[in-house]
């Protein structure tokens, strides 16, 4: 029950950040000044506050199945939305530094244990194979965005461009199939868990006859039992 409440809570807060966001895009497609300044600086801590609660939902289901996962997740995530609400808040949001690197880092690291640990949770044992590639190609894709983020040039090295931009795509193609075998399997829980609690429809005249009968042995059993 509290799970429901704090997820509910949750996506209140998410659209209403979210709202606040789009309203100040949109403002922005009339020339009022929103990318800089106070106006960028509230855009993006709506936007952070918008996404982080929204896949907090999704992380509040995962610790339900897997508490010690789900709670490392989270607690990422949480840190990672922290760091980032400190840079919009303060000076470092217009400096280069090691801070917002780290914060940037993290934040890709958070993402991708949430994927791994989501997808999991939800397909469990089942395509185990494709799920380890689907994994180790994750993997590669946010140690070059860390190391991007770092500062280091990858994009200098010969086909390293070509390379990054197929396991962008191998990825994401990798992840739907995932996401669609992960949503088949809950639709197969459901019908069979339908299946399993069949309701049965009769008529009035039925059911006044098993209650009749119903009452007949009942009062056999009685005077059998008074013998």
């Known amino acids: 029950m509290e799970f429901n409440k704090t997820k509910k809570v949750l996506m209140i807060i998410s ?7 789009c309203l100040m895009l949109i403002l922005a497609i009339f020339k009022v000044k929103i990318f800089e300044g106070v106006p960028l600086r509230i855009l993006l801590i709506s936007s952070a506050i918008a996404i982080s609660c929204a ?39 217009n400096n280069a530094n090691a801070f917002n690197r780290l914060t940037g880092i993290l934040s890709i690291f958070s993402i991708l244990f949430m994927i791994i640990i989501s997808l999991n949770t939800k397909l469990e044992k089942k395509f185990f194979a494709l799920q380890i590639i689907t994994y180790i190609f994750v993997c590669v894709i946010d140690i070059m965005l860390s190391l991007l983020i770092a500062g280091v040039d990858l994009f200098n090295i010969t086909a390293m461009t070509e390379i990054f931009w197929i396991l962008i795509v191998v990825s994401v193609g990798l992840l739907i199939t995932l996401s669609v075998l992960s949503s088949k399997k809950n639709v197969e829980n459901i019908n069979k868990h339908n299946d399993n609690n069949e309701t049965i429809t009769i008529t009035k005249t039925e059911y006044d006859a098993l209650l009749k ?6 009062e056999k059993i009685k005077k059998l039992t008074n013998k």
């Open 15 to 21: 659209l209403s950040t979210l709202a606040l966001s």
């Open 55 to 93: 896949v907090s939902i999704t992380e509040i289901n995962i610790i339900k199945q897997k508490k010690v996962l789900g709670l490392v997740s989270l607690s990422l995530l949480m840190l990672s939305v922290l760091f980032a609400l400190i840079i919009f808040c303060s000076p470092l949001l």
């Open 213 to 218: 009968e119903n009452a007949e042995l009942k």
